[in-house]
Nanobody, 124 residues
Framework: QVQLVESGGGLVQAGGSLRLSCTAS????????MGWFRRAPGTERAFAAA????????YNIGAVKGRFTISRDNAKNTVYLQMNSLKPEDTAVYYC?????????????????WGQGTQVTVSS
C-alpha cells in the first residue's frame, strides 16, 4: 500500500530553519507530482508548495516565496521542503501529498495520497 511519511518537524525560534522530508513507498515516485500543504491552528489545510515529476518546475504561495524551497530526489523517493527565515505564522502541521497530474496543483483534490503530517512550531 502507498505510504507517505513526513519527518523533520519540530520547535524552532523565529528566523531559524528546518528541512522537512517526505519519503514515499508503494508507488512509482517519479510518476507523481509532489506537494506540501499546511494547516495552521484554527484554519483549513492550505497549499504551500509543489514540484513536478522531474523537479524542473516548482510552485509556491506568496507567503513562503523566497523562504521555502521544495526539491525532490527521485532515486530516494523523497521530497523535501527547506524552510528558512521561519516566522511564527508558519506554525502548522505540514503534510506532503502525491498527485498524478499537475493540473490544479494548488488544490487538495489534485492529490491522490497524503501523509499523516509533521508539526512545525515557530516561537517568537
Amino acid at each position: 500500500q502507498v505510504q507517505l511519511v513526513e519527518s523533520g518537524g519540530g520547535l524552532v525560534q523565529a528566523g531559524g530553519s528546518l528541512r522537512l522530508s517526505c519519503t514515499a513507498s508503494g508507488l512509482t515516485f517519479r510518476n507523481y507530482v509532489m506537494g506540501w500543504f499546511r494547516r495552521a491552528p484554527g484554519t483549513e489545510r492550505a497549499f504551500a508548495a509543489a514540484i513536478t515529476r522531474s523537479g524542473s518546475i516548482t510552485y509556491n504561495i506568496g507567503a513562503v516565496k523566497g523562504r521555502f524551497t521544495i526539491s525532490r530526489d527521485n532515486a530516494k523517493n523523497t521530497v523535501y521542503l527547506q524552510m528558512n527565515s521561519l516566522k511564527p505564522e508558519d506554525t502548522a502541521v505540514y503534510y506532503c501529498a502525491a498527485g498524478s497530474t499537475v493540473v490544479g496543483v494548488t488544490r487538495e483534490d489534485a492529490y491522490d495520497y497524503w501523509g499523516q503530517g509533521t508539526q512545525v512550531t515557530v516561537s517568537s
